[in-house]
């Protein structure tokens, strides 16, 4: 008797990235058929990163040039070919569209990285209306972090529908991480080539929603500490350094390989980005922030990360601290990661198939005290 | 007869004669909102929402062989809340009404929608 089949819709990076951790545990639990269909803006970085984990797209659908569009698309591939449930990752991309097709059809919507919240219900833009609607789509909520779980609870999920697995991009990550490719940016296989017999300490920045003037600040701060850190390479990711330093070097959008081996290289993190905050800790590595990011509070709470003002010497001197001693720096990631302990896809790959019948509910992720959160 | 366009614009509008007249007799609707539903509650609810609301407006709209999805924007006075509409269609007629609101905002800013 053939298994159920299950399609995990993505379309970026990163959303294969966390997909295929998951896939790989559905394979290796021979409970359900995973397929990886790909529906999003990046077909191309979806299958390669895919590529990474030795998996494949089994269904492509072309991004619609709106949700209207794709939902049609997902509509007609599902009325001929209706999968037993779908696995949708994070808030963006074709998330939301493929959880209202899904849910169109009624079949069953697993939502990975539930929870997601900025708390401000009255914020302009679409992202907190689409990640609640997105809830109300759902079928499971696989939350990463306690507080992701709670807010679904505040919003009336009913418990039962709700499981603590920790965030997929944990599992990717210590997947790939003894075997990563060597960069296929030039530039950063040239930087990191030149400091290979001593390797080099690496500061990863990603200022990528900073104004102009802050960011100069910031050019001048990084300029600053090559200066007096002579085993320094900077990596300023999505802006051009300034100044001709061989040991700072901008870069644009990565590719998922390039980007796991910088951060898997990285001694810190210096950014206002939430996604590279988290991917940076997937690796063990922590971050300077520049402010606080309300739908990612755990690393603040569990001291992985760190807010740092935007005046030169704040800056400078939060960097320095770490540099200067290891013991700081690997002091603010000693409790691991808020989001996972490594078997969020083994949980989500076990809970997808008890939804469908298949086996008992996993447990949930062990959850450990978090500062801010009375029990 | 574009039927889902047509229901859209006679409840936005509070026009009751249209809305019943559209849904066919044995209509199905479910929400998720946390009251009991059925196609006289339903257009209650809907007459709420229009006059209470400052705009209803659709955003998006996906057309399958028996039915669309809707998105709509309801403008309240002090915010916005989001719902997708699923309308299944036969024979000039609606046979299903499936509504997903955002109940915190609607909570929020709807207060007291579906009390009696």
């Known amino acids: 008797m053939p298994l159920p089949e299950i399609h995990l819709v993505g379309g970026t990076s990163t959303e294969a990235a966390r997909l295929a951790p998951v896939a790989t545990a559905m394979r290796e639990q021979a409970r359900v058929e995973p397929i990886l269909l790909a529906a999003g803006p990046e077909p191309l970085t979806f299958a390669q990163t895919l590529g990474l984990f030795d998996l494949t797209a089994g269904l492509a659908v072309p991004a619609g040039a709106d949700n209207a569009e794709t939902i049609c698309r997902l509509d007609q591939l599902w009325s001929t070919r209706t999968p037993a449930a779908v696995v949708v990752q ?193 690796f063990g590595v922590p971050a300077l922030i520049r402010h606080e990011m309300s739908d990612r509070m755990e690393p603040l709470y569990a001291g992985c990360a760190r807010v740092v003002g935007p005046e030169p010497e704040t800056m400078l001197n939060a960097v320095a601290e770490l540099l200067d001693s290891r013991v700081r720096r690997d002091s603010m990631t000693a409790t691991g990661n808020p989001y996972g302990d490594g078997r969020a896809a083994k949980r989500a790959a076990q809970a997808t198939a008890a939804l469908l019948g298949h086996g008992p509910f996993p447990e949930p992720m062990p959850a450990r005290p978090t500062a801010g959160v009375s029990r | 007869m574009d039927v889902a366009a047509f229901w859209t614009r006679s409840w936005t509008n509070d026009d009751r004669p249209a809305v019943r007249k559209l849904l066919a007799p044995d209509v199905e609707v479910e929400w998720n909102l946390d009251a009991a539903v059925d196609d006289e509650e339903l257009v209650r609810i809907l007459r709420k929402i229009a006059v209470f609301a400052d705009s209803v407006s659709v955003v998006a709209r996906t057309e399958a062989e028996d039915g669309a999805a809707l998105v709509y924007e309801l403008a309240a006075p002090f915010g916005t809340a989001r719902m997708i509409e699923f309308l299944a269609v036969a024979d000039g007629r609606i046979t299903e009404v499936r509504q997903v609101y955002d109940v915190t905002a609607t909570d929020r800013f709807f207060p007291g929608l579906y009390e009696r």
């Not at chain 1, 959008?253 to 796991?260: F, G």
């Open chain 1, 90 to 282: 994070g808030d963006a991309g074709a998330s939301l569209p493929a959880a209202v097709a899904a849910y169109w059809r009624r079949i069953p919507v697993i939502h990975l990285d539930a929870g997601r919240r900025s708390g401000d219900l009255g914020a302009t833009g679409l992202t907190e209306p689409n990640r609640r609607l997105l809830t109300q789509v759902s079928t499971l909520h696989l939350a990463a972090a306690p507080l992701a779980a709670m807010n679904l609870l505040d919003e009336r999920v009913p418990g039962g529908d709700v499981l603590l697995t920790g965030n997929t991009g944990l599992d990717a990550a210590l997947a790939i991480r003894d075997r990563l490719p060597p960069y296929a940016d030039p530039a950063l296989a040239t930087l990191r080539h030149a400091g290979s017999t001593a390797p080099h300490r690496l500061l990863v920045v990603g200022l990528e929603h900073t104004d102009g003037v802050l960011l100069q600040l910031v050019r001048a701060t990084v300029r600053r500490l090559t200066a007096r850190y002579p085993d320094l390479d900077v990596v300023m990711l999505g802006t051009e350094p300034s100044g001709r330093s061989r040991r700072v070097v901008g870069a644009g959008p990565l590719a998922y390989a390039d980007r796991a081996r910088l951060l898997a290289e990285a001694y810190l993190v210096l950014t206002d980005d939430g996604d590279l905050q988290e991917e940076a800790l997937t």
